[in-house]
Structures are given as C-alpha cells and as structure tokens.
C-alpha cells in the first residue's frame, strides 16, 4: 500500500461523502478507492469510516486522523511546489467554475496573456451560473456574484459589480419607458428573471433614490439560470434587465440596449472567489486569484459614491 495514495484517497472520501465520487474526482475505481482506505483501516488499527448502503460517515478517529492528512498532504504539496520552482513557474491542474458572462466577455479574451505568463499551468474551466458543489466535485475555487451562504468555504472579495436597469429598443417601443420602478410590478412591463442558486428562484431587486428604497420584484415571462442566456433574452426583447455595467456597455455602444430610471441607483453585486477552507492555497489558485483581481479592476472598476458638503 502506498501510504500517500491512501491517505490521498481517504480524504477525498470524506470530503466527497461517497467512494464514488471520491474515485471519479481521483481518476481511479470505486473499488481502488475502496481497497486504499481498507488498507488504510488495517494498517492504523482504527475504523475511520461507518458505512451503510446510502451514506458515508466519519468517525471520531477518523475525522482527527483526516484533520491531520490534510495537513500533511498540503506540506507536501508545498514541498514538491517549492523543489520544482513552482512559487515562480506555477504548473499542474487547476479546475474552476466561473459565470458565463465573465468567461465570455473577460476571461476568455484574457487567458492567451495569462497563458504566456504561466504556460505550464492547465486550466479545466466550467462555465455555468449553477450552484457547484466544490467539495464533491473537487473544485479548486469558484467565482460567483452576489451573498456568499456557505459558511464552510474561505473567500476573497474580488469586485463590487455596479448594476443598471436596461432594455431593448423593440421592448420599449411595445410597451414604453417606466417613469418609475413601480410599474415593473404594476403594469403591462416584463422584467427577464434570473434563478439564483440551488433554490432557483428569482429575488427582488433593491432600488434607491435620496432616502427612498425599494425592493423591486417584477413579473416574467422568461427566467433563467445562466447570464449569457439572461442577456440574450433582454436583447431579443423579452423584458426589463438588471445588468453588470460590464455587461451593458458594449451593447449601450451599439444602440442595443437603453439605459432606464437613471436616477435609482441598485446596490453594487460583490463578486467572490471562493474555495475549501480546509485546502491548501496553492500557488497555482494564488495566480488564478490575482489575475482575477487585476481583470475586475480593469473591467469592473469599483465606482465610489462622490462625497458632497
């Protein structure tokens, strides 16, 4: 038994909750997955692990065995990074999940210079709006906008994504421009729904102006998962936009898109990296990371409120 693929495959079980999964995300067998930890078991003497058809458990001396593996597991990792000169030539897997839009419209135009920067580095980039799970699909990180609900993951605060309310030309001209954010709730206007998270459900819209606020909550008839698909919906027509200013602009440019109630403002959407709180950071997610950051800066610049008096 090799102790390090062992210790290896015990953690990604229960990191997993299934042998299953462990394997797929190890590229290896369930039954391999399932032999390394037995092996594991009698070498250590202990039971780390309770069993049953449904679900896999830890326990009491496996989940202090498993806090010092991973431990372990991150010093080597670190070790063969810093032998191999990795802290100036980072190299290896990195597998992410971003939005689509961002991937569309600034990562993807940007990853031939990143990819200059570090060519032994290889990206394995899902492009999705879906709830990932980045435990049990081994993610390395994942980028999302908005409130970040699970407490388990470590994240870094990226950008400040300032929103517009925006239509087409053609939706205007059928259904006319809103004086007021109330009659996207109260009128014949259409708002396209976006379905956040694994909940898919749309969420009202807060909209400010002097000291009034409102949370707006318009009516669809279309909602979807996925920006690019969001984006496309308004463009065609389909009803009123809330957009990332750095989705807007091109099509503001282009006549495509109108700018509405220019006098509400919408709370700014942060954007987070995040990323297992119990991993190691390596040095390939620390470049990811901050060439993330310098996009956003560069695209998505945080747009400060100008002080008065």
């Known amino acids: 038994m090799d102790r390090f693929d062992a210790m290896q495959a015990y953690a990604r079980v229960v990191e ?28 250590l003497g202990v039971k ?52 689509s839009p961002l991937a569309r419209m600034i990562l993807m135009p940007a990853l031939p210079a990143f990819h200059a920067r570090y060519p032994e580095l290889q990206i394995e980039m899902g492009v999705s709006d879906r709830a990932v799970d980045i435990i049990g699909d081994n993610v390395d990180c994942v980028v999302r906008g908005g409130v970040l ?40 206007h259409r708002i396209v729904g976006f379905l956040w998270g694994r909940a898919g459900k749309t969420y009202p819209v807060t909209m400010r102006r002097n000291a009034q606020s409102l949370d707006i909550d318009g009516r669809y008839v279309v909602a979807v998962d996925d920006g690019n698909a969001y984006l496309a919906a308004g463009l065609a027509g389909m009803g009123v936009l809330w ?19 220019d006098d509400w403002q919408l709370a700014p959407m942060p954007l987070h990296i995040a990323f297992p709180s119990h991993r190691y950071v390596s040095t ?15 695209h998505a610049p945080v747009v400060r409120p100008t002080r008065t008096g």
Do not use: C
């Open 16 to 43: 997993a909750g299934s042998f299953t999964r462990a394997a797929a995300t190890l590229g290896i067998s369930r039954t391999s997955a399932t032999q390394l930890v037995q092996q594991l078991e009698a070498r």
């Open 48 to 99: 780390l692990l309770h069993r049953t058809t449904r679900r896999v458990t830890v326990t009491a001396d496996g989940a202090a065995y498993y806090q010092r593996a991973i431990r372990l597991l991150a010093d080597l990792d670190e070790l063969e990074a810093g032998l191999s000169q990795a802290a100036t030539a980072p190299r290896g897997r990195l597998k992410v999940d971003v939005p």
């Open 149 to 188: 609900a699970d407490q388990s993951l470590r994240s870094r605060h990226v950008a400040d994504l300032q929103l517009g309310l925006y239509a087409a030309p053609d939706y205007l001209a059928r259904a006319g421009i809103p004086g007021h954010p109330r009659e996207l709730e109260n009128s014949h």
């Open 243 to 261: 957009l990332p200013h750095y989705m807007a602009l091109p099509h503001l440019a282009s006549g495509e898109l109108v700018a509405l109630l």
């Open 284 to 298: 390939r997610l620390r470049v990811f990371i901050d060439w993330v950051v310098e996009l956003m800066a560069e």
